[in-house]
């Protein structure tokens, strides 16, 4: 149980183009998940949280018109990152809550999605 | 943004030794805390989960909490190779909406 996919795996794209990335609970539903960004050498960084059918909650920094966060349903959530940049070149990772009891959860992350921006 | 401190390390230690890998968090009302594995390339996988102070055990690892101290470590006994990763400490609160804040990894090379 608990698991995350994220689609693509990999993807290189020419500077200004958008990326759209999946991220789907597989065998449970997920009211939370949430986005990550991880640069080389560097620790996992929060970008934002998806709620199911509201706006996702961003962090302070994240450009939310660069960054469009859909969470359609209880199994998808989708980024995408629009008119991307070399410097949006990462590994993109999403994860998804486990309710453990009250309104806090387990997250598991999905397999990431490496981007390269030309 | 509130911290969550790791060694970065590398710790080396030899197949068979136990690992001891520590963590420390800044933020007095954290509530959850947890430990991932990450090989290179690859995202987080859950080892850990522990929200009581004490110890957790499953299999080779065990958790120890703290909340007094705010200090939360991995054990990790029998250390194979294959334990060969950067291990993540991470740390949630009811006030972020239970989103995890990542200490920076410590590295652990474990040598046949």
């Given at each position: 149980g608990a698991v995350v996919s994220q689609h693509p795996s990999r993807v290189i794209c020419?500077?200004?183009t958008s990326v759209k990335i999946e991220c789907r609970s597989l065998d449970f539903q997920a009211t939370t998940m949430f986005w990550y960004r991880q640069f080389p050498k560097q620790s996992l960084m929060l970008m934002a949280t998806s709620n199911e059918g509201s706006k996702a909650t961003y962090e302070q920094g994240v450009e939310k018109?660069?960054?469009?966060?859909?969470?359609?349903?209880?199994t998808l959530s989708t980024l995408t990152v629009t008119s991307a940049h070399p410097e949006d070149s990462s590994f993109y990772i999403c994860s998804a809550g486990i309710p453990r009891g009250g309104a806090e959860e387990t997250q598991y992350f999905g397999p990431g999605t490496r981007l390269l921006v030309l | 943004q509130k911290e969550v401190e790791q060694n970065s390390g590398p710790l080396s230690v030899?197949?068979?030794?136990?690992?001891?890998?520590?963590?420390t968090y800044s933020d007095r009302v954290?509530?959850?805390?947890?430990?991932?594995?990450?090989?290179?390339?690859?995202?987080?996988?859950?080892?850990?989960?522990?929200y009581s102070n004490g110890d957790k055990e499953d299999g080779r690892f065990t958790a120890?909490?703290?909340?007094?101290?705010?200090y939360v470590s991995l054990l990790i006994r029998d250390s194979q190779p294959s334990d060969s990763a950067t291990y993540l400490c991470a740390?949630?609160?009811?006030?972020?909406?239970?989103?995890?804040?990542f200490g920076k990894g410590t590295s652990l090379l474990v040598t046949p």
């Open positions: 020419k500077s200004g018109d660069k960054f469009l966060i859909n969470h359609a349903s209880l | 030899p197949e068979g030794a136990i690992a001891s890998l520590n963590c954290s509530q959850s805390f947890f430990w991932y594995r990450q090989y290179s390339g690859k995202s987080p996988e859950l080892i850990m989960s522990i120890q909490l703290n909340k007094a101290s705010q740390v949630t609160n009811s006030n972020s909406g239970y989103a995890l804040n």
